[in-house]
Structure formats: C-alpha cells, structure tokens
C-alpha cells in the first residue's frame, strides 16, 4: 500500500495535477467515493477472507471511526446512511463467534446480548439519513439491518419486508451480491426451494464464480431440504473457495453432519 502511494504522488507530480479544495458542487460525488471505502474496509474486517479470525476488529473499528469523522464533518443524508449501517451490523459483533471462534449463524445468536445502545443509534442515525432527501443505498443497507435488529426473533424477522428492502436496493445499486442476498431473504420468505431457485439462477454470474457465500448458502438451502449428496457438494465447493479459518471450520462441521445424515437415510 505504501508503495502504491508512493506512486500515486509521482505520478500525480508529473503530471502536474493542480491540489484544489472541493467546491460544495463537487462534495457529492467524492463523498460517495470516500463512503465507498470506509464501507469496504468494514466489510473487509467484518467479514475476513482469510486468516484465522472472523471479525478483524481494528479494520471494523477503524471503519466506523472514520465513518463517524465524516458524519460529523458533513452531517448529510448518505454518511449518516453509511454510520447508521456499520453501527447496527456492529451491534450484533458479539455475538456473530463462538468460543472457539467459529461463527455463528443470525438464527442462532443470543439476541439479548445485542448492543441496543448501538442499534438505537443506528436507528436515529437511519431516520436522519431517510429525512435529509431521497434515500440513498447505505440508507437502504441500514434498513435492512435495522428490520433484523428489531425483530425479537429469528422466527419473527420480517422476511417479506426485507425482500422488498431488496428490491430497492438493486434499483439504487445493482450488484450480483445484493441478488444473493435477495435470493436468500426470497428462501426465508417463501421456503428453501423457492430460495435454491433464486440462487440456481445465479449461477452463470461471472462476478459470482468464486463467491464462496454463493456455495454456502445454497448448500444451507439444499439441506433444509434433506438433499443431502447435493447439500455435501455443495459445502465442498464452499470450502474450495474459502481461506478464512472459522469459516472452514464451520463449513467442515456441516459437510460432516450432511454426511452423517446421508449415512442414516
């Protein structure tokens, strides 16, 4: 990275481009660059690649550290969407590992240890971000998160709201990632076979090849479905693709109890 910099400033040098402070015209379109970095990095530490942890909590904190900068510095609608986001996915840090560090699904964490300090900010800053104009895809991704927060249960998510949410969010935003996680909330909603169809069409999206969340939840589908030889290759081509540890770790675990329900008809 410091070499790229270093970089970057010569060839910035040579050719003589001229530093300027941005004119409140321009402030749009560079806050949604900068945004788009700060939600990356807390994607990238929220949701590890590879490596022997989950969650790297000095990427998440420094995600919503500078998110926090920013909404201070320009309180308007899309870094007020992007902190309302990253503080009501971080709400749920706690719980998303267990001991040994493998993660933990959504259905099966202790919601009571949720931080509900965070989701109620998150909650504010998410009306904040609706009322200061039209809604913008951080605000959108802050709503979704906001539905699971304030549902008491897995079993009581609101499944069909949350498909819409979806809806909007490819309009705002289109992106193969949102039509998984579309297809997966469509699962939720409308059943497994509904969802694995979702997925299924899918698979031809180049962007997704190499998805590893793509095998994963499909083998999740095909399990419920007690379609076990498919659900067992699935979770292979899932470990295929994945080079974080816990996930491995995780995936290994439900290869096997797929195997061992396959063994026992």
């Keep these: 990275m410091a070499a790229r910099i270093t970089r970057a400033k010569k060839k910035i040098a040579a050719a003589r481009i001229p530093y300027r402070v941005p004119t409140a015209a321009d402030l749009p379109e560079r806050v949604s660059a900068v945004c788009d970095v700060v939600h990356l990095v807390f994607t990238t530490g929220s949701n590890a690649s590879?490596?022997?942890?989950?969650?790297?909590?000095?990427?998440?904190?420094?995600?919503?550290?500078?998110?926090?900068?920013?909404?201070?510095?320009?309180?308007?609608?899309?870094?007020?969407?992007?902190?309302?986001?990253?503080?009501?996915?971080?709400?749920r840090r706690a719980t998303r590992t267990a001991e040994d560090g493998q993660p933990v699904l959504l259905e099966d964490q202790d919601r009571s240890l949720w931080d509900r300090q965070l989701i109620a900010e998150g909650s504010d800053l998410l009306t904040e971000a609706l009322r200061g104009g039209p809604p913008t895809r951080y605000a959108v991704q802050a709503?979704?998160?906001?539905?699971?927060?304030?549902?008491?249960?897995?079993?009581?998510?609101?499944?069909?709201?949350?498909?819409?949410?979806?809806?909007?969010?490819?309009?705002?935003?289109?992106?193969?990632?949102?039509?998984?996680?579309?297809?997966?909330?469509l699962g939720m909603r409308d059943g497994p076979q509904a969802g694995l169809r979702a997925l299924d069409a899918l698979a031809a999206e180049p962007a997704l090849a190499t998805y590893r969340y793509l095998s994963a939840a499909r083998a999740d589908f095909l399990r419920r479905l007690r379609r076990w030889p498919e659900a067992a290759d699935a979770y292979e081509e899932a470990l295929l693709l994945t080079d974080n540890e816990p996930e491995r770790a995780f995936l290994t675990g439900r290869l096997a109890e797929v195997r061992r329900d396959q063994a026992g008809g």
């Design 143 to 185: 709503a979704i998160a906001a539905v699971h927060a304030e549902a008491p249960t897995f079993a009581a998510t609101d499944w069909a709201e949350i498909v819409v949410l979806h809806d909007v969010l490819l309009r705002l935003w289109p992106s193969p990632v949102v039509e998984l996680n579309r297809a997966v909330a």
């Design 50 to 91: 590879a490596g022997e942890a989950l969650i790297r909590d000095d990427l998440v904190a420094s995600a919503i550290g500078l998110a926090r900068t920013l909404h201070r510095l320009l309180p308007i609608a899309e870094p007020a969407g992007l902190l309302a986001l990253l503080v009501l996915i971080d709400a």
